[in-house]
């Protein structure tokens, strides 16, 4: 797997969120989620648990996990941020009222998550998902994860 390759596609969504136009704001935050889970996933497969310690114990490692919860939101087609209150699409013309924050967790989950008794993975989601996530700017957790990631890749993918 090419660690790099799947970097420069995550920081090139970063791009475009940055040079976008407001309505491919959302666009963009969706594909940089899609790209920095497609890496997450990547590495924990080739690093396996030394990887995943060291997500765990950086701050802005653990917004990769909890990007997994917003991804699997976004392929279910839910809206994944408030604006002021209001729900916006993440592919859709939004109005622009204030700053946008990520939902909660029962916001984000409440229409394609069953409800019930959840597995650990899933409880240990939405605790990283409610500390690191919701309720922050909704650019904040892509950029934190863009951090952690380029150190990793500073260190040539060695996870110390």
């Known amino acids: ?8 596609n995550f920081t090139r969504s970063l ?9 491919d704001f959302d666009l963009s935050i969706a594909n940089a989620v899609l790209w920095a889970c497609i890496l997450d996933e990547a590495l ?3 690093l396996g ?4 310690e060291a997500r765990d114990a950086d701050r802005k490692g653990r917004t ?3 990007l997994r919860l917003a991804r699997n939101a976004i392929v279910h087609g839910q809206t994944f941020g408030l604006h002021d209150g209001h729900p916006f699409p993440p592919f859709g ?8 924050v990520w939902k909660s967790y029962d ?10 008794p959840n597995s650990p993975h899933q409880t240990a989601l939405r605790e990283v998902y409610e500390e690191e996530i919701a309720g922050t700017h ?17 260190d040539r993918w060695v996870v110390k």
């Open 107 to 116: 916001e984000l989950t409440e229409s394609w998550l069953p409800r019930g």
């Open 64 to 66: 990769l996990f909890a």
């Open 49 to 52: 648990a030394a990887y995943e």
């Open 1 to 8: 797997m090419d660690f790099d390759l799947l970097l420069r």
């Open 44 to 46: 924990t497969e080739r």
């Open 15 to 23: 791009d475009l969120v940055n040079e976008g136009e407001l309505e």
């Open 138 to 154: 909704i650019g904040a957790p892509v950029w934190a994860a863009r951090a952690f990631l380029d150190a990793l890749a500073a």
């Open 93 to 100: 013309e939004p109005m622009f009222y204030g700053p946008r």
